[in-house]
């Protein structure tokens, strides 16, 4: 058996905090940039679910021509 020393490799730690980032820098860390002109996605569906929500509508509209691999 080979011993594990010889698969020894320099690691490096990363240590993130969290960034108030400005415009242009990563979101990673704090508030995600959104263009002023487009609205924000949202969900169609509740949660938690009630009883009388379905996603008929939403399977529908985005079932698959073709098979999945």
């Given amino acids: 058996m080979t011993p ?3 698969h020894a490799r320099t690691a490096v730690r990363l240590h993130p905090a969290q960034g108030e980032p400005v415009v242009g820098e990563s979101h ?3 508030p995600l940039l959104w263009p002023a002109s487009e609205p924000r996605p949202t969900c169609p569906v509740t949660w938690p ?3 009388e ?3 008929d509508g939403w399977t529908a ?3 698959a021509t073709s098979p999945c691999p």
């Fill in 53 to 55: 929500a379905t996603d």
């Fill in 49 to 51: 679910p009630k009883p």
């Fill in 28 to 30: 990673v860390g704090g």
């Fill in 4 to 6: 594990a020393t010889e």
């Fill in 61 to 63: 509209a985005i079932r």
